[in-house]
C-alpha cells in the first residue's frame, strides 16, 4: 500500500449511493427513486427496471459477474444466495449479461433452510427477499471474484418477519411518526423525519491462524473450551506488545481500506481491556444502514484476518477469565435537518423538549427492560453478563453528576415557576448548561448510560445483531412518546401539561437510574430492593418477548403480530439449545479423543521415570510419585466428568426443542460441562507444556 494512499479516493468506490445514482440515472428516475427512499413510496415496476439495468452496468464495471440478494435471516448471520447476471444462450451462442427490476425487487431464496420458530407450519412454506432500497447496494470483491449485493428484507409470502430487518423497518416507522408528532407540538412544523443513528462500536479478538487450527473448540465453537489461565506477569511483558503492534497495524488498514471502500466509515482503535482484544467503531448512520454496516464490518474482520494469517473472534467470551467482547450501540434521535432530539439544547425551549424527551426514555426503559435486557441475550454474552467485566445484567440507566441534579430538582420542585425568570426554567430547574458534551462522566460498569447527546447500549454481544437491541429501543421510545402525545395534544394549557409530565415521569421511573457502581454486590441487593429486573441468563431472558405487555407494545405499533414473537421465541430457545449442544458435543471429543490419551502417556512417563530412578539407584523419587498420584486423581475425574456430560447431552438432546430442552441444557449440560473442564485446566498446569495437545492460553492471547 502506498504511503500517500487517498481515503477519499477509496471511500464508497464500491457503493451504488446517491451520487453514483445521480450521476447514472435518467434524472426523471433518479427523482422518483429519491422519492421511494425517503416517502416509503412504492417503487413501480418501471423504474426498477431502469435501476437494475444501471446497476448491473456499474456492478459489471466494477468485475461483478453476479448478483445476491443479501439478508439478515434469524441465524444470526447473513445469507445470500448469488445469480449469475448471465441470460439463457442466444441462437448464436452467445449470452447476454441481463438485472431486470423484478429481479432488484424482488427475490426467492429456498426459505426452508433458515429458522422461522414455527411461522413456516402455520403460515406459508415459500419466503422472499425484498430490495430495502434505503440502504444501497454495494459489490463485495473476494475469492469468488465480485458481486452486487442487494440489501433485502426476508419474509414469508404472507407477510410474517422472516429475519432482523423487517422488524427494524417497521420500528423506525415507528418511532418516526411518534417523534414527528412529539416536535410538531414543539413547534417543529419543518422536520419531515427523524430517524434513530447508531454507531456501534465493535469489539473482538486476534489469534494466530496455525495455532486457531490446533484448537478444536475455537474451530467448532469459536470459543475456547478448556485453557488454563496464563501465569501472571506475562500480561505485562512488554516484548510481545511491540510484536503484536506491527502485525496487528497492518490488519487494521486493510480493514479499514475494505470498509471504506464499502461505504463504512471506520476509524480504528486499540482496546487495551485484554491481551489480543481490539476494537472498531464507524461513524454513526441511519440505523438500518448501522445496522448492515455492522454485519459487513463482522464480516469483513473475519476475512481479511485470513490475508494476514490471522483467525478473528467475534464470540463473547473467547477466553475464560480473560475480559469478553461486546458492542456498545450508540443511540440518538435525529431530523432531516439535523436536529438531534438527545441534544440538551442552547436554549431554554429546546431544554424542555429535552427533558420531555429524556424522561420519556426513562420511562421505556424502566417499564421494558426486560425487553432490552432479552435483545442483548444469546448463549455466548451469557459468560459476559454481571462478570464484572461487560455491564451487569441488571438494566439501568446512567444519566452523570449533572443531569441526575436536575431530575432531582425537577421531582423536589413543588410549584413550577410559569414565567421564565432568569435562567429558570418553567418545569423549575435551571436551564441546562451546555455541560453535557464533555463533562459526563463515563461510568463504564452502566448498560445504558447517556453521554452528551446519546444513549449508550452497552450490553449487546460482540457476535450478535444490533438489529434487535434497535428494533426495541425504537419501539418502546416510540410508546413512551406517543403516550406523552396524547396527553399534550389533548391539554389545555400546554406548557403546565408538559411540566406536569416531565416531573410525573421524572419521579415515577427514579428507580431505573443509577449512577453508582454496577459491578458492586450491593448493586443487585439495591436493585432487588428496587423491584428491577435480574436476568442473568438466556433463557430466562425469552419470556420477555411473549408476556402481555410486550404483545400489545408491538402490535400497538406494528413491528411484531403475536405470532411473530412466539415464532422468535422458539427460535431462540433453539439457537441456545444448538450452541450448548456444539460447545458439549466438541468438549466430549477433545476430552475423550485428545486430552485423556496424552494425560494418560504422560502418567506412563512419570512411571517410567520413577522405575528407571529407582533401578538405576536409591534417589528420592518423591516428586515423581507425587505428580504420578495427582495426575491419575485428576484423570479419574476427567473421566467421570466425562461420562456425566455425555449422559446430559444425550437427554437434553432427546427432549422435544424449545424452552424445556433449553432449560436441559442450561441446567444440567453446562454444569457438567463446567465440571469437565475443571480437572483438565488443573491437568494442564501440570502435564509436560510439550505434550499438551493444543495451544495454551499464552500461546493464543500473547504470542499474535
Ligand atoms: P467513545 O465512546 O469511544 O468516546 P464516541 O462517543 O465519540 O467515542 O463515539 C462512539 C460511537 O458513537 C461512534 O460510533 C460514534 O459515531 C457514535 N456516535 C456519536 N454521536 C452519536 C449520535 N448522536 N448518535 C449515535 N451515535 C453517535
Ligand atoms: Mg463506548
Request: charged residues 25%; negative net charge; hydrophobic residues 40%.
Amino acid at each position: 500500500m502506498s504511503e500517500n494512499f487517498n481515503v477519499s479516493e477509496v471511500f464508497g468506490e464500491n457503493v451504488f449511493n446517491d451520487a453514483v445514482m445521480q450521476e447514472r440515472l435518467p434524472k426523471k428516475v433518479y427523482k422518483k427513486l429519491k422519492e421511494v427512499i425517503q416517502e416509503d413510496r412504492e417503487l413501480d415496476l418501471e423504474t426498477a427496471d431502469v435501476v437494475a439495468h444501471e446497476m448491473k452496468e456499474w456492478a459489471i464495471e466494477k468485475g461483478a459477474t453476479h448478483y445476491s440478494h443479501w439478508f439478515q435471516p434469524l441465524t444470526g448471520y447473513t445469507a445470500e444466495k448469488h445469480d449469475s447476471f448471465i441470460t439463457a444462450p442466444m441462437s448464436n451462442g452467445k449470452v447476454l449479461m441481463s438485472f431486470s427490476g423484478k429481479e432488484l425487487i424482488k427475490g426467492e431464496p429456498d426459505a426452508s433452510s433458515f429458522p422461522s420458530g414455527g411461522l413456516r407450519a402455520t403460515f406459508e412454506a415459500r419466503g422472499y427477499t425484498a430490495w430495502d432500497c434505503t440502504s444501497p447496494a454495494f459489490v463485495r470483491q473476494d475469492a469468488a471474484g465480485a458481486t452486487l449485493c442487494i440489501p433485502t428484507a426476508f419474509c414469508s409470502y404472507t407477510g410474517e418477519a422472516l429475519d432482523q430487518k423487517t422488524p427494524l423497518l417497521r420500528s423506525m416507522e415507528a418511532i418516526n411518526e411518534q417523534s414527528l408528532r412529539l416536535i410538531r407540538l414543539f413547534g417543529n412544523a419543518t422536520s419531515k423525519r427523524v430517524t434513530p443513528s447508531v454507531g456501534a462500536e465493535q469489539e473482538y479478538f486476534l489469534v494466530d491462524h496455525d495455532k486457531y487450527l490446533k484448537r478444536k473448540d475455537l474451530i467448532f465453537t469459536g470459543r475456547t473450551l478448556f485453557g488454563a489461565m496464563p501465569p501472571k506477569g506475562q500480561e505485562l511483558d512488554d516484548h510481545y506488545f511491540g510484536a503484536i503492534r506491527e502485525r496487528i497495524a497492518a490488519y487494521m488498514r486493510d480493514v479499514n481500506i475494505e470498509l471504506w471502500k464499502l461505504g463504512v466509515s471506520a476509524k480504528t482503535q486499540h482496546n487495551e481491556a485484554a491481551p489480543a482484544q481490539h476494537e472498531l467503531a464507524p461513524i454513526y448512520a441511519e440505523v438500518n444502514i448501522a445496522v448492515d454496516h455492522n454485519q459487513l464490518v463482522m464480516e469483513t474482520l473475519k476475512k481479511v484476518a485470513g490475508r494476514h494469517g490471522l483467525r478473528c473472534l467475534l464470540h463473547e467470551k473467547p477466553f475464560a477469565g480473560v475480559n469478553g467482547s461486546g458492542k456498545h450501540n450508540n443511540w440518538s434521535l435525529i431530523t432531516d435537518d439535523g436536529i438531534n432530539l438527545l441534544d440538551p439544547g442552547k436554549t431554554p425551549h429546546e431544554n424542555i423538549q429535552f427533558l420531555l424527551v429524556l424522561t420519556c426514555i426513562l420511562k421505556a426503559v424502566d417499564k421494558h427492560a426486560d425487553l432490552l435486557r432479552e435483545s442483548a441475550a444469546d448463549a455466548g454474552n451469557d459468560h459476559r453478563l454481571g462478570a464484572n467485566e461487560a455491564p451487569p445484567a441488571i438494566i439501568s440507566i446512567f444519566l452523570g453528576e449533572q443531569l441526575q441534579d436536575v431530575m432531582s430538582q425537577l421531582i423536589s420542585t413543588g410549584e413550577a415557576t410559569r414565567s421564565l425568570k432568569g435562567e429558570v426554567l418553567q418545569t423549575g430547574v435551571k436551564s441546562l448548561p451546555d455541560f453535557m458534551k464533555d463533562a459526563t462522566d463515563r461510568n463504564r460498569t452502566s448498560p445504558f448510560a447517556f453521554t452528551g447527546n446519546k444513549f449508550e447500549f452497552r450490553m449487546v454481544g460482540s457476535n450478535d445483531s444490533i438489529a434487535a437491541p434497535n428494533v426495541v429501543l425504537n419501539t418502546i421510545v416510540a410508546e413512551a412518546f406517543s403516550d406523552v402525545c396524547d396527553i399534550l395534544e389533548n391539554a389545555e394549557d400546554f406548557e403546565r401539561a408538559v411540566h406536569d409530565l416531565i416531573k410525573k415521569q421524572a419521579s415515577e421511573h427514579q428507580r431505573i437510574v443509577f449512577n453508582g457502581n454496577g459491578y458492586s454486590h450491593e448493586w443487585i441487593e439495591e436493585a432487588e430492593r428496587r423491584g428491577l429486573p435480574h436476568i442473568n441468563n438466556m433463557v430466562d431472558a425469552v419470556p420477555a418477548l411473549t408476556t402481555e405487555k410486550a404483545v400489545a407494545l408491538f402490535e400497538k405499533f406494528n413491528v411484531f403480530t403475536r405470532a411473530e414473537l412466539e415464532s422468535r421465541g422458539e427460535i431462540l430457545y433453539e439457537n441456545y439449545a444448538k450452541a450448548l449442544n456444539i460447545e458439549a458435543r466438541a468438549m466430549i471429543d477433545m476430552a475423550g479423543k485428545q486430552i485423556i490419551p496424552v494425560v494418560i502417556k504422560y502418567t506412563t512417563l512419570l512411571a517410567n521415570s520413577i522405575n528407571a530412578v529407582t533401578a538405576a539407584c536409591d534417589a528420592n523419587v518423591s516428586t515423581q510419585i507425587e505428580l504420578l498420584q495427582k495426575v491419575s486423581d485428576l484423570l479419574v475425574e476427567v473421566k467421570e466428568a466425562l461420562a456425566n456430560l455425555i449422559e446430559a447431552t444425550d437427554k437434553a438432546s432427546a427432549v422435544s426443542e424449545g424452552r424445556e430442552q433449553a432449560i436441559c441444557y442450561r441446567d444440567e449440560v453446562k454444569t457438567a460441562m463446567d465440571a469437565l473442564r475443571a480437572p483438565v485446566d488443573q491437568l494442564e498446569m501440570i502435564v509436560d507444556k510439550e505434550m499438551w495437545p493444543m495451544p495454551s492460553y499464552g500461546d493464543l492471547i500473547f504470542e499474535v
